[in-house]
């Protein structure tokens, strides 16, 4: 399934479904999984409903023996060869672009300044 075209709470609500589906092939209840994972059962309904914190849902997958599922789903980043090529070293932090000092409000000769108060904040996700 490509999560491109989903909504952030769409996807929630997929990880959440197939958390469900991986508690079910255990047969494990919510309470079972609950008391394994050492959090309450509303939490467990929480995560199944695409809600709840990271630390929640890695103790679920512990218990449910899926935490080789976290390498797939972020692995560890790699240096590129041009990077080492380049700077020699791997990069510990990033430089604001021209079009983040713009946003900023610092923006480059000919770029127009964008007041703060006018950019949206995305929501808060909820996980």
């Not at 790699?78 to 380049?86: E, F, H, I, K």
Request: without cysteine.
């Amino acid at each position: 399934m490509a999560f491109h075209g989903q909504s952030d709470k769409q996807i929630l609500n997929t990880l959440g479904n197939r958390l469900r589906e991986y508690r079910l092939r255990m047969n494990f209840t919510q309470d079972d999984m609950a008391e394994r994972a050492g959090l309450s059962t509303s939490t467990i309904k929480g995560l199944e409903a695409g809600r709840g914190r990271l630390d929640s849902l890695v103790a679920a997958l512990r218990v449910l023996r899926r935490l080789d599922a976290l390498e797939a789903f972020l692995p560890a980043p790699t240096v590129s060869p041009m990077q080492l090529a380049m700077h020699g070293k791997q990069r510990q932090r990033a430089r604001a672009s021209g079009a983040t000092k713009a946003l900023k409000g610092g923006a480059d000769e000919g770029t127009p300044k964008t007041p703060a108060r006018n950019i949206k904040k995305r929501d808060k996700p909820e996980w």
